[in-house]
């Protein structure tokens, strides 16, 4: 099973899992979720640009291909996920790039699907 879809699919049943169990502080994420990504003064596709940035240099790759995955539906170009991929590797510094080097991936994997360049 391909990388990426290896992280997708465990996130789902951590979610899953998660629900069922009736987990108080995950239903609270959720919200908290569903408040910051909804359009404000920033734009959600804004805001998911800044969780790509963030998320390189906290070196999440969960965090890369769901919010990499997440930019791209709200209207991201290709152009606009790599300039906040160099934001994080700026302000991650060297160990930033290897982060990056997976977003590559992740980026690949959605646009090649949308014909985006």
């Known amino acids: 099973m391909n990388r990426l879809k290896e992280i997708a699919r465990r996130r789902k049943i ?6 069922k169990m009736n987990s108080k502080v995950y239903q609270a994420f959720i919200k908290m979720e569903e408040a ?5 003064a920033l734009r959600k596709k ?3 640009l800044i969780a790509v940035g963030i998320s390189v240099v906290i070196d999440c790759e969960s965090c890369m291909q769901w919010h990499i995955e997440q930019a791209a539906q709200a209207g991201a170009t290709r152009n606009e996920v790599l300039e906040a991929l160099e934001v ?3 302000m991650g510094g060297g160990p930033a790039t290897v982060s990056v080097r997976f977003a590559l991936e992740v980026m690949d994997e959605v646009f090649d699907k949308t014909g985006d360049q």
């Open 36 to 40: 910051t990504y909804t359009d404000g």
């Open 88 to 90: 994080g590797m700026e």
């Open 14 to 19: 951590a979610h899953h899992q998660l629900l």
């Open 46 to 48: 804004d805001k998911e």
